[in-house]
């Protein structure tokens, strides 16, 4: 009668790792993929995943509309919170200043880290304005391409 609930969880972290992947991000699984990812020279764009329904709803369509731009990062990453526990506390690791937050946005430049968009500044709001937020850093520490 009940559907097993460890079947349709994974089921939705599947398709949450399958958006994002699709939209051109690079899945981060380890400390030594995040560690490896953050050293790269240029701009990186970490989009910290979550299974909420803001993630869903809001985080995973900006992440996705908003490298449709001119000025973007060079490298689109992603970890997963929840899931990929250790890689996503190695990724936090950097965010300097700001408390752990699902989902979330950081931009990091030449391995250090910029800014942030936290989950405050998502859940609630519409994806355009998550797209617009992050285009406005794209513009601010992004060369055009």
């Known amino acids: 009668m009940s559907m097993d609930f ?3 969880m994974n089921d939705v972290v599947r398709q949450a790792r399958q958006e994002i992947a699709t939209a051109g991000y690079t899945e981060l699984s380890t400390p030594q993929d995040v560690e490896e990812a953050f050293a790269q020279k ?3 764009l ?6 909420c329904g803001c993630a869903g709803g ?5 992440a996705a509309h908003s490298v449709h731009y001119d000025n973007r990062p060079d490298h689109l990453v992603t970890v997963f919170a929840g899931q ?3 890689a996503t506390e190695k990724a936090r690791d950097y965010f300097e200043g700001y408390p752990p937050s699902s989902p979330s946005f950081a931009i990091l430049k030449d391995g250090k880290f910029l800014t942030m968009i936290e989950r405050h500044e998502i859940e609630g709001h519409d994806p355009m304005s ?11 520490y992004c060369e055009e391409v």
């Not at 970490?46 to 299974?51: I, R």
């Not at 998550?130 to 601010?140: A, I």
Request: overall charge neutral; hydrophobic content about 40%; charged content about 20%.
């Open 130 to 140: 998550v797209v617009n937020k992050l285009q406005s850093y794209f513009d601010q």
């Open 58 to 62: 809001i985080a995973r369509p900006a």
């Open 6 to 8: 460890n079947f349709l």
């Open 84 to 86: 990929d526990k250790e």
């Open 42 to 44: 240029g701009t990186t």
């Open 46 to 51: 970490v989009m910290v995943n979550s299974v």
